[in-house]
Each structure stands twice: as structure tokens, then as C-alpha cells.
């Protein structure tokens, strides 16, 4: 009677640690069967030192003005701007503090490369980018 017990409990024992490997498996196999999401990332550094973080799917033809606008369109903060004749983008305000404070101002970064505010309507983003808006004195 001891040893069937035994024998029972081993088998249990056997079949749970083949279901874990198993589902362990499974699970590698469905997380990487998962289609990738291609995201940028949008970092707002305000001249208080707040920050803000966003991140978003990136669609073919993307810009860092439509990485703007989608961001403050879905984070609720002001993204203010106008585009002159030549097609240069001029900054009004964003997240509430204006484009030009005294000696400070809006510094723009794609993946940490310093970026011209005037042409982020036409600087493409993609997958794994970082945008940088920091307001620096």
C-alpha cells in the first residue's frame, strides 16, 4: 500500500512538472509569435525639470510633428505651433511654456542627435526612436 502511494505521488509530481514545462513553452511560443509593435517614445523635459513621457505606434511616413500632435492630442497638453510659407515649422508653445522664456527655449533630440525645430515636419520617425523636447536655459 506504501509503495503504490509512492508510485502515485511521483506520477502526480512527473505530470506536474511536465504540464509546467509545457505551459512554460506554450507561453515562450505565443509571446513570440506575437507581431511586434512598432512604438516611439516621446520624452518632455519642462524647464522645472518635470517629465513627461508618451509612447505611441509609429505609421509609415511618421514625422515628429505628428509624434506631437498624436501626444498631446491623447496626453491633454498644449502643443501650439504654425508653419511659415517655406514649410518651417515655428513653435508657439508647448505644454504650456512658451517657445522662447528670457535666454531659454525648446531644444529638439532624435535619438539624442540635436534636430531643427523648423524641419520636424519633415524629419521621419520609426520603431525604437526617441523624440526629446527639453526646455533648456
Same mark, same amino acid.
Given at each position: 500500500?506504501?509503495?503504490?502511494?509512492?508510485?502515485?505521488?511521483?506520477?502526480?509530481?512527473?505530470?506536474?512538472?511536465?504540464?509546467?514545462?509545457?505551459?512554460?513553452?506554450?507561453?515562450?511560443?505565443?509571446?513570440?509569435?506575437?507581431?511586434?509593435?512598432?512604438?516611439?517614445?516621446?520624452?518632455?523635459?519642462?524647464?522645472?525639470?518635470?517629465?513627461?513621457?508618451?509612447?505611441? #505606434?509609429?505609421?509609415?511616413?511618421?514625422?515628429? &510633428?505628428?509624434?506631437?500632435? %498624436?501626444?498631446?492630442?491623447? @496626453? +491633454?497638453?498644449? /502643443?501650439?505651433?504654425?508653419?511659415?510659407? #517655406?514649410?518651417?515649422?515655428?513653435?508657439?508653445? &508647448?505644454?504650456?511654456?512658451? %517657445?522662447?522664456?528670457?535666454? @531659454? +527655449?525648446?531644444? /529638439?533630440?532624435?535619438?539624442?542627435?540635436?534636430?531643427?525645430?523648423?524641419?520636424?515636419?519633415?524629419?521621419?520617425?520609426?520603431?525604437?526612436?526617441?523624440?526629446?523636447?527639453?526646455?533648456?536655459?
Amino acid at each position: 500500500m506504501k509503495k503504490q502511494i509512492t508510485k502515485d505521488v511521483l506520477l502526480v509530481i512527473a505530470g506536474l512538472l511536465a504540464a509546467g514545462v509545457l505551459l512554460r513553452y506554450l507561453k515562450v511560443e505565443l509571446i513570440a509569435d506575437r507581431p511586434r509593435e512598432n512604438l516611439a517614445t516621446l520624452v518632455l523635459q519642462f524647464s522645472d525639470e518635470r517629465k513627461r513621457v508618451f509612447q505611441g #505606434a509609429v505609421v509609415e511616413g511618421m514625422t515628429v &510633428l505628428d509624434a506631437l500632435n %498624436s501626444s498631446s492630442l491623447g @496626453g +491633454g497638453f498644449e /502643443f501650439k505651433f504654425w508653419v511659415d510659407t #517655406a514649410g518651417q515649422v515655428n513653435l508657439i508653445a &508647448l505644454g504650456g511654456e512658451p %517657445s522662447q522664456l528670457g535666454q @531659454g +527655449g525648446w531644444h /529638439f533630440y532624435l535619438n539624442r542627435d540635436p534636430i531643427d525645430i523648423a524641419n520636424i515636419n519633415l524629419i521621419g520617425i520609426k520603431e525604437d526612436d526617441i523624440i526629446e523636447a527639453r526646455f533648456e536655459r
